[in-house]
């Protein structure tokens, strides 16, 4: 999974990038290109012969080489590598990565770079623990990064805790895991439908809702990133389109998001019913502005169409529909009778009541309840790893693994 794969490893100033060395060996071992990318605290913990001696290639540590001054450009670095990995990452380089203060040439690359992010944090425990590491942390799975959890053991400090960087061999295991996981969506084209739905009252006001079109844009990023071909039908949201492979069609109506599902889906394998569709809109559309007067107002709606029970009606033999049921009440059990009602293969529940769950933030907290009454439940976690745990869900449910 790694041969050819080109890999920046940053190494910061924890006495963890002791095992940057065995780190690199591994890697390179499987097959990869590793540059390394060295803070100055970094050297002061491992010499940069040792790694550019495994490497074969120069360690990459100031903006300009220091035998001739040539400048290294963290651009062209980050636009090369196919995966960047940091680590040990102290909890300055952490927190310096989420506020993006890029004072020395491995945030400027980290800034810089388009490939996925893997941090393995290393520290004392306290200091992981504070809540403003932790606060980074999230900051930084927010945008996407991937967090390599340290280990519980022996401290430098000699003290017991949370804070070991894991293991070389661990870090080399889910890397290989990742890029494994791209491959798993090959060939498989995938409807996605995602954000609000606006229904017009008259030419300045609508009924929409607080959808932010985060969950669905999730899931449509990590499909692509997996190798699917993303059709990602978009209610009105402000989002850019997560992956330069998506095909996205923009709509406004639960009418146009239903024709553009309908007409996506027969050729799909699969599609996630992810938007938060209006169940009503206005029986009549007034072009003129509305005019207030002293009169209650009673507006006339109408039931829109339910787009996933409709693709659940047309579902072919071997391909799959998921959806998802935010609940106030009963939630499981109203959640496994909408499953059902809409013939999904599995329906991801999010409750109101669990905090860090819902619309507008940038975590969730998920359930996913499948026909055969399996279910799984999932702590708090960014959407895009909610998403990844709904993509392998779903890829289950092709048949992958
Ligand atoms: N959904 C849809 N079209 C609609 C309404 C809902 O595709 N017109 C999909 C959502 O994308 C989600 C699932 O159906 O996957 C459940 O949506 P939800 O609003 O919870 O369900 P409703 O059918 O509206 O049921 P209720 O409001 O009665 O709970």
């Given at each position: 999974m790694l041969k050819g794969k080109k890999i920046i490893l940053g190494i910061t100033g924890s006495i963890a990038a002791y095992k940057a060395a065995y780190l690199t060996r591994a890697l390179i071992k499987k097959g990869a290109e590793v540059q390394i990318v060295i803070t100055p605290a970094g050297k002061e913990f491992i010499t940069p012969v040792?790694?550019?001696?495994?490497?074969?290639?120069?360690v990459v540590s100031e903006f300009f080489s220091a035998n001739d001054g040539t400048w290294h450009s963290h651009v062209d670095l980050g636009l090369w590598a196919d995966l960047l990995l940091i680590a040990p990452a102290t909890a300055s380089t952490i927190g310096k990565m989420a506020n993006g203060i890029a004072d020395n040439m491995l945030i400027t690359t980290y800034l810089s770079a388009k490939?996925?992010?893997?941090?393995?944090?290393?520290?004392?425990?306290?200091?992981?623990?504070?809540?403003?590491?932790?606060?980074?942390?999230?900051?930084?799975?927010?945008?996407?990064?991937?967090?390599?959890?340290?280990a519980t053991g022996?401290?430098?400090?000699?003290?017991?805790?949370?804070?070991?960087m894991e293991e070389p061999d661990r870090i080399v295991e889910?890397?290989?895991?990742?890029f494994a996981s791209r491959q798993s969506l090959r060939g498989r084209k995938i409807v996605i439908t995602a954000g609000p739905t606006y229904e017009k009252i008259d030419p300045v006001r609508f009924i929409g809702n607080y959808s932010s079109g985060k969950m669905g844009f999730s899931l449509?990023?990590?499909?692509?990133?997996?190798?699917?071909d993303v059709v990602l039908i978009a209610g009105p949201v402000t989002l850019p389109t997560p992956h330069a492979s998506i095909k996205r069609i923009d709509v406004e109506s639960a009418d146009e998001m239903y024709r553009a599902a309908m007409e996506a889906y027969p050729t799909a394998d699969a599609a996630i019913c992810c938007a938060a569709v209006a169940d009503y809109a206005p029986a009549e559309y007034r072009s003129t502005k509305m005019k207030r007067n002293a009169d209650d107002l009673t507006l006339v709606l109408r039931p829109n169409k339910d787009?996933?029970?409709e693709l659940g009606k047309i579902k072919r033999a071997g391909q799959c529909l998921a959806g998802f049921a935010l609940e106030t009440d009963h939630e499981a059990?109203?959640?496994?009778?909408?499953?059902?009602?809409?013939?999904?293969?599995?329906?991801?529940?999010?409750?109101?009541?669990?905090?860090g769950a819902g619309f507008r933030g940038d975590t969730n907290k998920v359930s996913i309840w499948y026909r055969d009454g399996r279910s799984a439940d999932?702590?708090?976690?960014s959407k895009l790893e909610v998403a990844s745990d709904i993509v392998d869900a779903l890829t289950a449910c092709l048949g992958g693994e």
């Amino acid at each position: 999974m790694l041969k050819g794969k080109k890999i920046i490893l940053g190494i910061t100033g924890s006495i963890a990038a002791y095992k940057a060395a065995y780190l690199t060996r591994a890697l390179i071992k499987k097959g990869a290109e590793v540059q390394i990318v060295i803070t100055p605290a970094g050297k002061e913990f491992i010499t940069p012969v040792t790694l550019s001696a495994l490497t074969g290639k120069p360690v990459v540590s100031e903006f300009f080489s220091a035998n001739d001054g040539t400048w290294h450009s963290h651009v062209d670095l980050g636009l090369w590598a196919d995966l960047l990995l940091i680590a040990p990452a102290t909890a300055s380089t952490i927190g310096k990565m989420a506020n993006g203060i890029a004072d020395n040439m491995l945030i400027t690359t980290y800034l810089s770079a388009k490939a996925p992010v893997f941090i393995a944090p290393a520290m004392d425990l306290d200091m992981f623990a504070h809540p403003s590491t932790q606060h980074n942390l999230e900051l930084l799975r927010s945008y996407g990064n991937h967090i390599i959890e340290p280990a519980t053991g022996e401290l430098a400090s000699h003290l017991e805790g949370k804070g070991r960087m894991e293991e070389p061999d661990r870090i080399v295991e889910r890397i290989e895991a990742f890029f494994a996981s791209r491959q798993s969506l090959r060939g498989r084209k995938i409807v996605i439908t995602a954000g609000p739905t606006y229904e017009k009252i008259d030419p300045v006001r609508f009924i929409g809702n607080y959808s932010s079109g985060k969950m669905g844009f999730s899931l449509a990023r990590v499909c692509a990133e997996r190798g699917a071909d993303v059709v990602l039908i978009a209610g009105p949201v402000t989002l850019p389109t997560p992956h330069a492979s998506i095909k996205r069609i923009d709509v406004e109506s639960a009418d146009e998001m239903y024709r553009a599902a309908m007409e996506a889906y027969p050729t799909a394998d699969a599609a996630i019913c992810c938007a938060a569709v209006a169940d009503y809109a206005p029986a009549e559309y007034r072009s003129t502005k509305m005019k207030r007067n002293a009169d209650d107002l009673t507006l006339v709606l109408r039931p829109n169409k339910d787009i996933a029970a409709e693709l659940g009606k047309i579902k072919r033999a071997g391909q799959c529909l998921a959806g998802f049921a935010l609940e106030t009440d009963h939630e499981a059990e109203n959640a496994v009778a909408k499953m059902q009602r809409k013939n999904f293969d599995f329906i991801v529940l999010n409750s109101l009541r669990d905090a860090g769950a819902g619309f507008r933030g940038d975590t969730n907290k998920v359930s996913i309840w499948y026909r055969d009454g399996r279910s799984a439940d999932y702590p708090v976690k960014s959407k895009l790893e909610v998403a990844s745990d709904i993509v392998d869900a779903l890829t289950a449910c092709l048949g992958g693994e």
